[in-house]
């Protein structure tokens, strides 16, 4: 396996393995669960373990960092794209199970073998490569079912509320997309952070810190739809502590429903982005919206 620079948001068996030298070399605490995804917590591991080895901390997972956590002991070199120009063309991969890259270069193989005993010319192979089958999740999250802002999303997951005078900056990024442009982590940011995600995305939101406005945002939907944003309502009884609302509104993305809950991917959801299951029986779906245009 050729490795490339990732970095957070990065999906697939490069992730893996970074993370599996965390584990090893850089003796992360707790260990990190190898699910393949750089989310927040292999971003606070690599750069922890970029500080302790003196090098760039920036997050950035590159030849150094690779070197430096002994990848080359147990994969092949990152390879210049100078001096290897075929090679190059090979892209990061992102969101590829493990399964499938082995099958991949299986099937790449074995055709080769069959109808050209002979190896071939360097300038053959580069002139026509062998077709190349897509896996099922080689896209980012959501990308291959019209919801790229989900793989923003998911990237995002652990970001929390910061107890006492301090406030977490990544949330006051998330309010900075909308007009009321909140300093502090303790305003219900639900809406700021679905605005955000749909900004990164090359979306335009609704630019309202009110959950409750994306109830007419976009074009309704008349069934759910993974990634799609849901208006959810709960009489006030006060703060609640699922979703920050005082009002009783709360707006997120979709993942999936049962007859009982509706779990949903979002922002200030126990106070950090994180999965949620709601029951239906003490919050009411309002409305479902999907971005026009899509």
Not at 165 to 189: C, F, M, P, S
Not at 199 to 219: E, H, L, P, V
Request: aromatic share 6%; net charge positive.
């Amino acid at each position: 396996m050729r490795l490339t620079e990732i970095d957070r948001g990065c999906r697939g068996q490069q992730v893996q393995t970074l993370q599996h030298l965390l584990n090893t070399t850089g003796k992360a605490r707790p260990a990190l669960d190898l699910d393949g995804v750089f989310g927040l917590r292999t971003d606070q591991a690599v750069r922890e373990y970029q500080a302790r080895q003196s090098l760039a901390v920036d997050g950035v997972v590159g030849r150094d960092t690779w070197t430096s956590l002994g990848a080359g002991r147990t994969v092949a070199p990152i390879v210049d794209p100078v001096a290897a120009p075929v090679a190059a063309s090979v892209q990061p991969t992102r969101n590829v199970p493990i399964p499938s890259i082995r099958r991949l270069n299986a099937g790449a193989a074995k055709p080769a073998q069959a109808a050209q005993p002979a190896p071939k010319p360097a300038a053959a192979l580069r002139a026509a490569p062998p077709p190349r089958r897509i896996a099922p999740l080689e896209q980012p999250a959501g990308t291959d079912i019209g919801a790229p802002w989900m793989r923003i999303a998911i990237a995002e997951k652990g970001v929390s509320e910061i107890k006492g005078g301090q406030h977490n900056r990544r949330i006051i990024e998330y309010h900075a997309a909308t007009g009321l442009a909140a300093k502090e982590d303790e305003v219900a940011w639900c809406a700021s952070f679905v605005n955000w995600c749909l900004k990164q995305a090359g979306i335009q939101g609704n630019n309202s810190a009110r959950a409750k406005d994306f109830g007419t945002w976009g074009r309704g939907l008349e069934t759910p739809r993974y990634g799609c944003i849901v208006h959810l309502h709960r009489t006030p009884k006060g703060v609640d502590s699922r979703t920050g609302s005082s009002s009783g509104n709360h707006v997120a993305f979709f993942i999936s429903q049962t007859a009982t809950h509706i779990t949903l991917l979002g922002g200030n959801q126990g106070n950090r982005v994180r999965e949620s299951s709601y029951p239906l029986s003490q919050y009411k779906v309002m409305a479902m919206r999907w971005p026009n245009g899509r």
